[in-house]
């Protein structure tokens, strides 16, 4: 049995818990309520009934017959999460972490966001569970991302933009941290991806393991076997984790994890610590980080803002070290022109941060054989992404 | 003894409160951060505390943050930081001067290496805002054997399980956090203080100093009827903020409220 994390919340050297004091205790009852209810059949239900009937799950596996046959090598299989209610894989965590909420009696829900995909689906979550909600997100993000925004605040949240540091996701991701220090009696932090301090990465890997275990079950009912590989893209990495967790243990499944390269690795403007990073601490958890040679964090450059983070969840630190999973980097132009190929080819729009996985299964298939299978989590659509298209395509909107 | 230890005990034998000021390292210019500590020490100040920028400070609140943003933006990191304590402690053999950051930087440089430096320079103490006693344990071995206090913070929230393992790690003395917050937070609670602190006094011997929210003379004699510390940060850095077109006048400025502050707490009671 794959015994990660321990009861720490340590992947091998990775994750743990390193945050101030004062986060401590409240760490430590959110990490009994999650033990206690994750055992319990009836919020087992209760989140399997919200997936079903309002998230949309199952999700489909779809079969890329175009795609695959213009790539001419391995046969291409899609994970529709981009069919999820609010439009990408982020809302499985956040139903799970607000019926967590609301069974530990907290009133209020805040979080952070970059590109503000888990601002929505926190903001929609919260608004059907009737909690107060407040989410944190750069200013330079709350400029290029205005439609999310406001979306937000037509579901009822305070989206509050954050001035400080770089003015992105890892701001607003501290900014969220000093929210929670300060209300933390009656508030609830939903973190959108596997990383921050222990309980997180695992909690939001256990919710988003959904997407793994039914790729499982419906690549088996179609074709009787296994993948050959999956692949996903990673910025924090939780559509990653999830599809990853329940193939860990199938050691013939290769897994790839996508970093962004932005304008190319050699450049320094990129989003890839697990390529081109090294171990630190950052956000409650020690991990892959980009920094420079005195610890400080450096700012990121991906076309996706959903990648645009300088750290990793630390499951994936541990997976890259241990060899079980390969961890890959592609620009921003391969991701574009994957994005370009799988709507022509599929009539499917994928997100900026999905097309860099589909890059990635452009580079791979070719070289696999025709009866071998990929699956690629289409972890987002694309609607949001399309001022940005448009305006690399010269097109004014 | 440590020169904290025995700072400590100086004071408690005279039956005086240490005043612990707060600065953040190289702001808001590296060349007056030693001349700044000098000032303080002049005006009263016991034990300092430095603050070691880093570019997400996420236990602190807006004042400190600005402050950590313009340190940064000159250039300053850990190793000059180091090197402003081994230039303060050429003509101050005497005051304590605790570190205060967060992990990351000391990791980059090495553990072996940071205490090291830290030692060789003079500091005295380390306070680490993100490393709980949980992941403290390599930390804490390699800083002791340099003879560099490992000094903790509590906080309102802390279970007496909790304050007793710190009470078993720490040394030189704890720093209590007053409210839930980040630094500069807003009001303190005497009485609610009053009560923790005789809960965290019950289970640890180490000296209490609190800090967040300590903003003036008043809420200085506040604290110091019932703590052995008053640890002021954002209430100096944001007076330095606010002379940053003058900083020639910031040691004096600072000095004469730090003055204030002193007066407050050796009030006799």
């Given at each position: 049995?794959?015994?990660?994390?321990?009861?720490?919340?340590?992947?091998?050297?990775?994750?743990?818990?390193?945050?101030?004091?004062?986060?401590?205790?409240?760490?430590?009852?959110?990490?009994?309520?999650?033990?206690?209810?994750?055992?319990?059949?009836?919020?087992?239900?209760?989140?399997?009934?919200?997936?079903?009937?309002?998230?949309?799950?199952?999700?489909?596996?779809?079969?890329?017959?175009?795609?695959?046959?213009?790539?001419?090598?391995?046969?291409?299989?899609?994970?529709?999460?981009?069919?999820?209610?609010?439009?990408?894989?982020?809302?499985?965590?956040?139903?799970?972490?607000?019926?967590?909420?609301?069974?530990?009696?907290?009133?209020?829900?805040?979080?952070?966001?970059?590109?503000?995909?888990?601002?929505?689906?926190?903001?929609?979550?919260?608004?059907?569970?009737?909690?107060?909600?407040?989410?944190?997100m750069?200013?330079?993000?709350?400029?290029?991302?205005?439609?999310?925004?406001?979306?937000m605040?037509?579901?009822?949240a305070e989206?509050?933009?954050?001035?400080?540091g770089?003015?992105?996701?890892?701001?607003?991701?501290?900014e969220?941290?000093?929210?929670?220090?300060?209300?933390?009696?009656?508030?609830?932090?939903?973190?959108?991806?596997?990383?921050?301090?222990?309980?997180?990465?695992?909690?939001?890997?256990?919710?988003?393991?959904?997407?793994?275990?039914?790729?499982?079950?419906?690549?088996?009912?179609?074709?009787?076997?296994?993948p050959?590989?999956?692949?996903?893209c990673?910025?924090?990495?939780?559509?990653?984790?999830?599809?990853?967790?329940?193939?860990?243990?199938?050691?013939?499944?290769?897994?790839?994890?996508?970093?962004?390269?932005?304008?190319?690795?050699?450049?320094?403007?990129?989003?890839?610590?697990?390529?081109?990073?090294?171990?630190?601490?950052?956000?409650?958890?020690?991990?892959?980080?980009?920094?420079?040679?005195?610890?400080?964090?450096?700012?990121?450059?991906?076309?996706?803002?959903?990648?645009?983070?300088?750290?990793?969840?630390?499951?994936?630190?541990?997976?890259?070290?241990?060899?079980?999973?390969?961890?890959?980097?592609?620009?921003?132009?391969?991701?574009?022109a994957?994005?370009?190929?799988?709507?022509?080819?599929?009539?499917?729009?994928?997100a900026?941060?999905?097309?860099?996985?589909?890059?990635?299964?452009?580079?791979?298939?070719?070289?696999?054989?025709?009866?071998?299978?990929?699956v690629?989590?289409?972890?987002g659509?694309?609607?949001?992404?399309?001022?940005?298209?448009?305006?690399?395509?010269?097109?004014?909107? | 003894?440590?020169?904290?230890?025995?700072?400590?005990?100086?004071?408690?034998?005279?039956?005086?409160?240490?005043?612990?000021?707060?600065?953040?390292?190289?702001?808001?210019?590296?060349e007056?951060?030693?001349?700044?500590?000098?000032?303080l020490?002049?005006?009263?100040?016991?034990?300092?505390?430095?603050?070691?920028?880093?570019?997400?400070?996420?236990?602190?609140?807006?004042?400190?943050?600005?402050?950590?943003?313009?340190?940064?933006?000159?250039?300053?990191?850990?190793?000059?930081?180091?090197?402003?304590?081994?230039?303060?402690?050429?003509?101050?053999?005497?005051?304590?001067?605790v570190?205060?950051?967060?992990l990351?930087?000391?990791?980059?440089?090495?553990?072996?290496?940071?205490?090291?430096?830290?030692?060789?320079?003079?500091?005295?103490?380390?306070?680490?805002?993100?490393?709980?006693?949980?992941?403290?344990?390599?930390?804490?071995?390699?800083l002791?054997?340099?003879?560099?206090?490992?000094?903790?913070?509590?906080?309102?929230t802390?279970?007496?399980?909790?304050?007793?393992?710190?009470?078993?790690?720490?040394?030189?003395?704890?720093?209590?956090?007053?409210?839930?917050?980040?630094?500069?937070?807003?009001?303190?609670?005497?009485?609610?203080?009053?009560?923790?602190?005789?809960?965290?006094?019950?289970?640890i011997?180490?000296?209490?100093?609190?800090?967040?929210?300590?903003?003036?003379?008043?809420?200085?004699?506040?604290?110091?009827?019932?703590?052995?510390?008053?640890?002021?940060?954002?209430?100096?850095v944001?007076?330095?903020?606010?002379?940053?077109?003058?900083?020639?006048?910031?040691?004096?400025?600072?000095?004469?409220?730090?003055?204030?502050?002193?007066?407050a707490?050796?009030?006799?009671?």
């Amino acid at each position: 049995m794959y015994p990660f994390p321990d009861e720490r919340g340590h992947f091998g050297p990775y994750g743990g818990l390193f945050v101030p004091e004062t986060l401590m205790q409240p760490l430590e009852e959110l990490s009994l309520a999650y033990e206690r209810y994750r055992n319990d059949p009836s919020f087992q239900a209760e989140l399997a009934a919200d997936l079903r009937d309002y998230v949309g799950r199952p999700s489909p596996l779809y079969y890329a017959a175009r795609l695959s046959r213009e790539l001419g090598g391995a046969q291409i299989y899609l994970k529709r999460e981009d069919l999820n209610h609010t439009g990408a894989h982020k809302v499985n965590n956040t139903v799970g972490q607000a019926l967590l909420a609301r069974r530990m009696g907290k009133s209020r829900i805040i979080a952070e966001t970059g590109a503000g995909q888990h601002g929505v689906a926190t903001a929609t979550v919260a608004a059907r569970l009737g909690l107060e909600c407040v989410v944190y997100m750069g200013e330079v993000d709350v400029a290029r991302q205005q439609a999310n925004v406001y979306r937000m605040r037509l579901l009822g949240a305070e989206v509050v933009p954050v001035r400080s540091g770089s003015r992105t996701l890892k701001d607003a991701l501290n900014e969220a941290m000093r929210d929670w220090v300060t209300h933390v009696d009656r508030t609830f932090y939903i973190i959108g991806t596997v990383a921050g301090p222990h309980p997180y990465p695992m909690m939001v890997r256990d919710f988003q393991a959904v997407i793994g275990r039914e790729t499982k079950q419906q690549l088996l009912e179609r074709t009787g076997r296994l993948p050959d590989a999956l692949i996903a893209c990673v910025g924090g990495g939780s559509n990653a984790m999830g599809l990853f967790y329940p193939f860990l243990e199938d050691e013939e499944v290769a897994l790839y994890g996508v970093e962004a390269a932005g304008e190319g690795l050699e450049t320094g403007r990129h989003a890839a610590p697990l390529n081109a990073g090294r171990p630190g601490v950052l956000h409650g958890n020690r991990t892959y980080l980009m920094e420079d040679e005195d610890g400080q964090i450096l700012e990121t450059h991906s076309i996706s803002a959903g990648l645009d983070y300088p750290g990793v969840g630390p499951e994936h630190a541990w997976l890259k070290d241990t060899g079980r999973a390969t961890y890959v980097a592609v620009t921003d132009r391969e991701a574009l022109a994957a994005f370009h190929r799988l709507t022509r080819t599929e009539g499917i729009i994928p997100a900026l941060e999905s097309s860099h996985a589909l890059a990635y299964a452009e580079q791979l298939a070719p070289r696999m054989r025709l009866d071998q299978i990929i699956v690629v989590n289409l972890s987002g659509r694309g609607d949001k992404d399309m001022h940005t298209v448009a305006e690399h395509d010269g097109w004014t909107l | 003894m440590s020169r904290i230890a025995e700072r400590f005990a100086e004071l408690q034998a005279q039956g005086r409160r240490a005043l612990i000021p707060y600065l953040t390292a190289g702001d808001p210019r590296p060349e007056l951060t030693v001349p700044l500590m000098h000032a303080l020490v002049e005006a009263g100040a016991d034990l300092i505390e430095l603050g070691v920028p880093f570019s997400d400070p996420m236990a602190d609140g807006p004042v400190i943050q600005r402050a950590t943003e313009r340190a940064l933006a000159q250039g300053v990191r850990l190793g000059d930081v180091l090197g402003m304590v081994e230039a303060f402690r050429r003509s101050d053999p005497q005051t304590p001067v605790v570190l205060m950051g967060y992990l990351n930087p000391i990791e980059r440089m090495g553990y072996q290496t940071f205490a090291e430096r830290a030692h060789a320079a003079g500091a005295d103490g380390v306070l680490i805002v993100d490393v709980p006693p949980e992941e403290a344990e390599e930390l804490v071995g390699v800083l002791k054997s340099q003879g560099l206090d490992l000094v903790y913070l509590l906080a309102p929230t802390s279970t007496d399980e909790r304050i007793r393992r710190i009470g078993a790690l720490a040394s030189g003395f704890v720093y209590y956090v007053s409210v839930k917050g980040v630094t500069g937070a807003g009001h303190l609670d005497p009485s609610d203080v009053a009560a923790h602190l005789a809960r965290i006094k019950s289970m640890i011997a180490l000296p209490v100093g609190v800090g967040f929210g300590i903003k003036d003379a008043e809420t200085a004699a506040q604290i110091a009827r019932i703590a052995d510390a008053v640890i002021v940060g954002s209430a100096i850095v944001s007076r330095i903020e606010s002379l940053g077109e003058t900083p020639e006048r910031i040691p004096a400025e600072i000095a004469a409220f730090l003055k204030t502050l002193r007066q407050a707490i050796d009030e006799p009671k």
